[in-house]
Nanobody, 122 residues
Framework: QVQLVESGGGLVQAGASLRLSCVASGRAFSRNTMGWFRQGPGKEREFVADITWNGGVTTYTESVKGRFTISRENAINTVYLQMNNLKPEDTAVYYC???????????????WGQGTQVTVSS
């Protein structure tokens, strides 16, 4: 079992930065791929980024490449999403998730956090 708790969301202006954190409990954290998804108003939940268990491979959706960075610290069971140059279209609830293998589908992930709201004003 893995429990995930996100934090770091907020209301910012376009061009600003935020760093989201996700703390996991459960001894399997270091063996899981960790992912970030987001769900904007009236939209489906979409993949944002993932990172393999050792941080060796990261994958991003096209719209955030060059602006967002996913990273992890296994020693403290934490995964981060650094978001720079935020745009109004980044407004969404951001979810942290855990999976046994890398993937971009919701069904790839077994465990989910409760989400943190990110709002970007123009």
């Amino acid at each position: 079992q893995v429990q995930l708790v996100e934090s770091g969301g907020g209301l910012v202006q376009a061009g600003a930065s935020l760093r989201l954190s996700c703390v996991a409990s459960g001894r399997a954290f270091s063996r899981n791929t960790m992912g970030w998804f987001r769900q904007g108003p009236g939209k489906e939940r979409e993949f944002v980024a993932d990172i393999t268990w050792n941080g060796g491979v990261t994958t991003y959706t096209e719209s955030v490449k060059g602006r967002f960075t996913i990273s992890r610290e296994n020693a403290i069971n934490t995964v981060y999403l650094q978001m720079n140059n935020l745009k109004p279209e980044d407004t969404a609830v951001y979810y942290c998730a855990a999976a046994p293998f890398p993937g971009s589908r919701r069904s790839d992930y077994s465990y989910w956090g409760q989400g943190t709201q990110v709002t970007v004003s123009s």
